[in-house]
């Protein structure tokens, strides 16, 4: 002890002889590892689950407007903040930077703890090309625009800019390394965990660029550098990219035409190689500044109503075409969906192939599908769009309130593989084996009366159905916040042997393994919390109570032990 407080002591001195600052160890950059076989998200060395929101497209551009919504979002609980950076805003001239927007939200999120991902909204947002400086929107020339031979309608803005101009993706590149290099030295907490390059990138009304530049590369030879990845992972490609690939005989080498044919999602190809290799250029210029995750969103497709390339942004990062992106941009650490479909648990299955991580940049606040993406995909986050419009009384703040107590070790649990997650659509139970049990959810049973008094009721069968209408693309015409999730929905963790912890709504699971003349048995059923990562115990449930589950239309805790009993 001494020999520690001399050294402490001289320490002290020498800094104040110097006027140095304490020696501090790095701190470590955000990064995605695998641990286990599950991809999780790094922060400060630690796996970081992100209960995210993302702000509405302008809400950053407004710092009295943010304000008020900093306030909401900690009463949301959020734990990362899914915010904007505008090219436009960023360098409205050419050459000339402007961060103090940017600045805001980082000083704003680092005062309560919250992490950021930031948006780069600059040459595509929703397969336009609005959120360009005027600099570029007044220059048709050095920056040519898409060009179609189908009306997808009237839309405002310019249109969208070619991904086969140099000029502009030079340009973007240059305005997207100045903003990393900002934040590196700007952040050096790293607040900023991780980068969105553009937003549902691609071409609206067509399936293919028809610009004099890309009528040019469609009559060429397809580039080496994309033969050659699909000839080196031919075994490994997903099959739609077999698909598509296989039906002209897998040929090496050729016009786009010649190897993948000429229909639309050839034409489809041909534009996630080019928008593909767009988005890789301009992350590896931000990455030689700041090497932090990064990614790209989609506009999701086919989906009802929208079943051709162009239906949505022809070139986007849909599941599909993943195998091109993967060789067009090897900069993006992933790709993520933002689904509005209300296949969730479908969408969710797409994205989670070939080792993609799972995050959800945009949903709706279906509180059901957050727990079922994080129990049964490990999702590194999720995320619902327009977080300021949610309810602080709401399911998702009471969800993230109740997560973020358990958080490093939910991600632990996760690597462990001792998680899994259920949401119920329709009237049929849902069953799942955790634990070496087999684990049942099922719509409640409408129930009257009796020594416990009313029961809770049972979901409508359509509840996942009740979907508000959206305009293209996802976007609402009014308020986001959807009402309360009634499905049976839970994140189900094996914390110990014969011992499980349920966190949700509107569920009472039941038990069973497949041993013969062995019946499961709730041995006692506890409600409580979590406390930074210790459990604490609330109501023993038992007697008239026994039969309850987790509460209907709120989100609560249960933890289960089980034992079995020889018949």
Known sequence: MRIILAVFLLSAYLQAQTGSAPIRPPVLLPQIIENRGVKQMLVDGKPFIMLAGELHNSSASGLEYMKTVWEKLEALHVNTVVGTVNWELVE?????????LLDAQIQDARKRDIRLVLIWFATWK????????????????????????????????IGSITPLSEAAMAA?????????????????????????????????GDSRDRSPLAESAWGKAVPAELMNYLVRNKSTLLPEMQEVWGRNGYKTSGTWAEIFGTDEWADEVFMAWYIGRYHGKVAEAGKAELNIPMYANAWLGPQPNQEVPGDWPSGGSVARVHDIWRAAAPSLDLLAPDIYVQDFKGT?????????????????????????????????????????DLSVDGQVAQSYKLLREMLPQLADWQAAGKVTGVAVDGDQPETVELGGYKITAAPIARKRGGPGGPGPQAAPADAAAQLPALLAGGVSPGARAMPADMRPFALIVNTAQDEFLFIGSNL????????????????????????????????????????????????????????????
């Open 172 to 204: 973007d590149a240059k305005a997207f390394r100045a903003l990393m290099r900002h934040i590196r030295e700007a952040d050096p907490q790293h607040t900023v965990i991780m980068m969105q390059v553009e937003n549902e990138s691609g071409l609206l």
């Open 126 to 157: 929703n397969g336009d090309s609005d959120y360009a400086p005027y600099w570029v929107k007044a220059d048709p020339k050095r920056f040519p625009v898409m060009q179609k031979k189908r009306g997808f309608g009237d839309r405002a803005g």
């Open 348 to 388: 969710c299955a797409l994205y989670t192939r070939s080792g993609n991580p799972l995050f959800i940049p945009e949903a709706r606040d279906m509180a059901g599908n957050l727990f079922y993406a994080f129990g049964r995909h490990s999702a590194m986050g999720w995320s619902p769009f327009g977080i300021e």
């Open 92 to 100: 409205p001239q050419e050459g000339k930077f402007d961060f103090s």
């Open 508 to 567: 009472a699971p039941s038990f069973a393994v497949d041993a013969a003349r062995t019946k499961v048995v709730v041995a006692s059923k506890d409600e409580g919390r979590y406390e930074k990562g210790k459990w604490i115990p609330d109501r023993r449930l038992n007697g008239d109570e026994m039969g309850r589950g987790l509460p209907n239309g709120t989100i609560g805790m249960l933890k289960v032990k089980v034992v079995r009993v020889q018949n």
